[in-house]
């Protein structure tokens, strides 16, 4: 390490324990002035969002009551790793690695790599999106920690580990203890969490459970089994007790989704501790595709306006993956992040099961850097309406053309339906979304509101 390089993380971890001092007071300017500390130390070209944050705490807006909850009820070992792990690692120290990685391939560097290191499950859940992909499929330790090795040297230090469910892998957590510099977010069920698991989490920090949860204990047990509802909140107050930071994760249909965005769901959640949420529209990949259950045009709309009222007023991050596309300019995939499933195989999005490289055989630059990635990233946006991101369900003939050009393969069987058997039914689909999105798009673009 050079001595300029020694110089600014000593700096870095002198202003990381003043920003955790003034974040755990309940003083609405010392959290001000720990969130200004963040900004100065924000690279120039992430400066807006950090102004954000400062605009949102200084307005009194939910942003200061999710910092003041992060502060006071989160386990110091939790907090520390959140800041030092998620927040300097992830996001500030690893820009330049990332941004000398764009540089050098022409490539945008991922911010976040997703990673299934299993596909076996212990639940059945109807509609599953990864149902299709080999339950016997195992992603060996080595090939793990060197999938975290390669990416921390491209600047990738935040993870996303999904499944199947992850925690059947006995190892998971250590993976966490022996990688302290990343943080992970592991997607589960929340069925397999023990108290010793939680007290684990509480003790090494950089890892943070998202559960997934329907809606209701009727919703929830419909889809994903009997009891599975009383499992999930009995898993979310483990974690709230020993100050684990955790989110939720939903899978939105027309059957769920005036639920998840109700009051009421908020309110129970932010009860129970949880701090975000990620809401994903019900997409027709994985076990029996069923089209009817996505989301009508003019329903997709009412739940982005309703998450994004909510989240004005509640103290819960919930995210629409599709609807606050418009803040991040369209789809992300394959750029922002990218998944490796459980045999290898480098992944634009956990709903593109199609790739060209498998990790067992290349390195993880030669697989962000092929022709594959490079033409999604050409493209991007996909649309010039930010409210029409996704090139599967909103754009599909760039999708066909896209796997056409470039000889990507379904990654398991039935991976084409989405672009063969339901491609007259994701046609009509993409044009009705076009239809009712378009004022709303010319609205936002002409004014700047929603």
């Not at 989160?74 to 790793?81: E, I, K």
């Not at 089209?291 to 982005?304: A, D, G, I, K, Y």
């Not at 998944?339 to 067992?360: D, M, Q, R, Y």
């Amino acid at each position: 390490m050079s001595t300029k390089k020694g110089l600014s993380v000593a700096l870095q971890r002198t202003a990381i324990d003043r920003l955790l001092r003034l974040a755990t007071s309940d003083k609405k300017a010392s959290i001000l002035l720990a969130a200004q500390i963040v900004e100065r130390m924000t690279p120039a070209h992430r400066k807006t969002e950090a102004r954000w944050v400062i605009d949102q705490i200084r307005r009194e807006t939910p942003a200061l009551q999710i910092t003041r909850h992060v502060a006071r009820d989160l386990s110091p070992n939790v907090r520390n790793a959140a800041v030092e792990s998620l927040v300097l690692n992830g996001m500030l120290r690893s820009s330049a690695t990332r941004s000398a990685f764009t540089e050098r391939t022409g490539v945008h560097a991922p911010l976040v790599l997703l990673i299934s290191p299993t596909m076996r499950c212990n639940l059945r859940c109807e509609g599953c999106y990864a149902a299709g992909y080999s339950s016997a499929a195992e992603m060996s330790p080595s090939l793990l920690q060197s999938i975290i090795d390669q990416a921390n040297d491209i600047g990738i230090y935040i993870f996303t580990i999904l499944g199947g469910e992850p925690f059947l892998r006995r190892d998971l957590l250590d993976v966490g203890a022996a990688n302290p510099d990343s943080f992970f977010q592991v997607f589960t069920n929340g069925t397999m969490l023990t108290e010793a698991s939680v007290a684990r989490m509480a003790e090494i920090g950089n890892v943070a459970p998202v559960i997934s949860i329907e809606g209701g204990r009727r919703a929830t047990d419909e889809r994903r089994g009997d009891g599975v509802y009383d499992q999930t909140m009995q898993t979310m107050g483990s974690l709230g007790r020993a100050g684990v930071a955790f989110g939720y994760s939903a899978t939105v249909t027309r059957r769920n989704f005036r639920f998840l965005m109700s009051r009421a769901f908020f309110d129970d959640l932010i009860e129970r501790g949880c701090i975000m949420g990620w809401n994903f529209l019900y997409m027709p990949v994985g076990r029996d595709p069923d089209v009817s259950l996505m989301l009508t045009p003019e329903e997709r709309n009412e739940f982005r306006r309703g998450v994004l009222e909510l989240r004005k007023a509640k103290p819960l991050a919930a995210l629409d993956f599709w609807g606050d596309s418009v803040y991040v300019g369209g789809c992300i995939a394959g750029k922002w992040y990218a998944h490796v499933n459980s045999e290898g195989w480098l992944e634009p999005c956990i709903f593109a099961h199609f790739a060209t490289h498998n990790l067992n055989e290349c390195t993880l630059e030669e697989a962000l850097t092929a022709p594959y990635f490079r033409e999604i990233q050409r493209r991007q946006p996909f649309n010039h309406n930010l409210l029409l991101p996704c090139m599967l369900i909103d754009n599909p003939r760039q999708a066909r053309e896209i796997m056409a050009a470039t000889g990507a393969r379904p990654t398991h069987p039935g991976a084409e339906s989405l672009l063969e058997q339901l491609a007259p039914a994701i046609d009509e689909y993409a044009t009705e979304v076009e239809r009712v999105y378009a004022p709303v798009w010319s609205r936002i673009a002409a004014t700047g509101r929603d």
